[in-house]
């Protein structure tokens, strides 16, 4: 039950409650040691009073001829405190005027001063010190003070701290629960700017205190996440408008090819070359679909990659074999070094689509012959596509793996820009990497990392 209503309590109100637990402890553990040192020092006020009362005493008191004490002069008064002289058998030699009617102390009592001195405390609020004679060892002195002021001052000092405690633990709960607000200030204001922040991306960020506290901290990550999170929303809506620019292209000639097949005015041969035109807008159309559907799923980290062992160098020959028509057409060629017994763990055929996309990509866009090579390299096996020319542009470099990339549009050959971040994206979901270099000696160099 309290469990549950703690947990319903803000953060204000916790840090306030606790608070108030450790003032209430403190305060409580300082007015009883308050209280026990006070009273302490007037129990030892009054136990020196009336030790010095009864050496002032002894003196006055001297040995008759028979051996017993007997009073040079009347015991004195002196503000409040009483005396009193017994003999062995209880009976009262002398006391102070108010105070002879009855012995101040019992029979065992007289025999314990008697040897030693003895601090009795009575039930009428007296403070008695007993001690025997120097002048006569079978009598005893007895002095004596009342506990009214002792007691006084201890309720006068319970009264302060009963009235003045509550009153002290209220203020302070109340400075507590204003140092929390003050601390979490920044907090709300953090959480104002949360509620203001839409997903635009204006680069809103929290707003984080100057000291560099926890706070600061917390403030500064949330908005790195922030920048995260706005940067991917960025990156997808990009890749949906990029997208949506590859499609609206190929389905615009795929729609006039249609109009026009079905205009009824063409010949033969012509309806035949528009429905070929179509086919392979549609076959355009099914190669983009899957490369977005790739790199969704890259994206989503959920790209299916089967890993088995795989022989580079058959790798390699048969990639040669796959696009020796499209290196033909290009009045290329693609040839292959020998990767000797290198194997890697990987999934074949996004093997195969990457090595498809980097050989594409070398025979656009370079020059000269495609050579595929592989060389193992800090426990990885590296396979490199090789071409001559002018190689990247050095602005260019950097973004090379990003989607929907071309180095140079106006010499684009009907690519979306997607191979080569279909290359990362396999890379990564092999664990490794891509990338991407010019060759000192002219051309590009793409190559792959895979764990051997």
């Not at 991306?201 to 901290?217: N, T």
Request: with cysteine.
């Amino acid at each position: 039950m309290f469990g549950e209503l703690l947990r319903r309590l803000s953060i204000r109100g916790r840090l306030t409650l606790a608070f108030a637990g450790v003032m209430i402890v403190l305060f409580g553990g300082l007015a009883l040691l308050l209280h026990t040192r006070f009273s302490a020092s007037l129990d030892d006020g009054i136990r020196r009073a009336l030790s010095t009362r009864a050496s002032d005493l002894g003196t006055l008191v001297v040995r008759d001829d028979g051996g017993d004490a007997s009073r040079a002069a009347p015991l004195p008064e002196s503000g409040g405190a009483f005396a009193q002289i017994l003999d062995a058998r209880g009976k009262i030699v002398d006391s102070t005027p108010g105070h002879g009617e009855r012995a101040l102390l019992s029979a065992a009592e007289i025999r314990r001063a008697r040897t030693a001195q003895v601090l009795i405390d009575r039930r009428d609020d007296a403070r008695l010190l007993a001690r025997p004679l120097a002048a006569s060892p079978s009598a005893v002195l007895v002095v004596g003070a009342s506990l009214a002021q002792h007691d006084r001052a201890l309720r006068t000092l319970d009264d302060l701290l009963f009235i003045g405690g509550p009153v002290l633990l209220v203020l302070t709960c109340l400075g507590g629960y204003g140092l929390a607000a003050s601390a979490l200030a920044p907090v709300e204001r953090m959480r104002a700017q949360a509620a203001r922040i839409s997903g635009a991306g204006r680069g809103d960020r929290l707003p984080v205190p100057a000291a560099e506290d926890e706070l600061y901290r917390l403030g500064d990550t949330l908005n790195q996440m922030l920048g995260r999170v706005e940067h991917a929303m960025t990156r997808e809506r990009n890749f949906v408008a990029n997208a949506g620019h590859e499609l609206r292209t190929p389905l615009a000639i795929l729609k006039l090819e249609l109009e026009l097949a079905l205009s009824g005015a063409r010949r033969r041969d012509e309806l035949e070359a528009s429905l070929r035109s179509a086919a392979e807008e549609v076959d355009r159309l099914a190669r983009l679909a899957d490369d977005l559907l790739v790199i969704a799923r890259a994206d989503q980290g959920r790209l299916p990659v089967q890993k088995r062992p795989v022989e580079v160098e058959r790798v390699l020959t048969g990639m040669v074999d796959r696009m020796a028509d499209a290196a033909r057409r290009r009045e290329r060629d693609v040839t292959s070094r020998s990767a000797g017994d290198l194997t890697v763990a990987a999934d074949p055929e996004r093997l195969a689509q990457a090595l498809t996309n980097m050989v594409t990509n070398a025979l656009w866009y370079g020059e000269g012959p495609v050579v595929l090579n592989a060389r193992e390299r800090n426990g990885h096996v590296e396979l490199h596509v090789l071409d001559e020319g002018d190689g990247f542009d050095p602005r260019f470099l950097p973004r090379a793996f990003d989607r929907f990339s071309r180095a140079d549009p106006a010499r684009s050959t009907g690519g979306a820009g997607l191979g080569l971040a279909i290359v990362k994206a396999i890379a990564e979901a092999h664990g490794c990497h891509a990338r991407a270099a010019n060759r000192h000696e002219g051309g590009a160099d793409v190559w792959l990392e895979l764990p051997r």
